[in-house]
């Protein structure tokens, strides 16, 4: 019911700033919260910052300051600005969507985009 397109990975160098984006395409559904989590190799995923659809948000504590996440209801897209960026910030960033579905009694459910990778390199 849902799609997620994620964009913006690439590779920057250290003290560089990348922006992710990510859509949920589909239809029946509404959002509660879209946020960004990331997996490094080796590592356990990891939540980098939630973004409610009222516009609450959580960060990593480790992340505070230099990302910032903000939503699009209309548009049903959230954004991550990502500022300083640390070689130890490359990882798998993956988009995640709770979202009530209409066609499943509007029950909760969690939805994940592929991933974009972003490398902090020299």
């Known amino acids: 019911q849902v799609q997620l397109v994620e964009s913006g990975g690439g590779l920057v160098q250290p003290g560089g700033s990348l922006r992710l984006s990510c859509a949920a395409l589909?239809?029946?559904?509404?959002?509660?919260?879209m946020g960004w989590y990331r997996r490094a190799p080796g590592k356990q995923r990891e939540l980098v910052a939630v973004v409610t659809s009222d516009g609450s948000t959580n960060y990593a504590d480790s992340l505070k300051g230099r990302f910032t996440i903000s939503i699009d209801n209309a548009k049903n897209t959230v954004s991550l600005q990502m500022n300083s960026l640390k070689p130890e910030d490359s990882a798998v960033y993956y988009c995640q969507v709770r979202a009530i579905d209409y066609r499943a009694y509007g029950r909760l459910h969690d939805y994940w985009g592929q991933g974009t990778q972003v490398t902090v390199s020299s």
């Open positions: 589909g239809s029946n559904f509404r959002i509660s919260d």
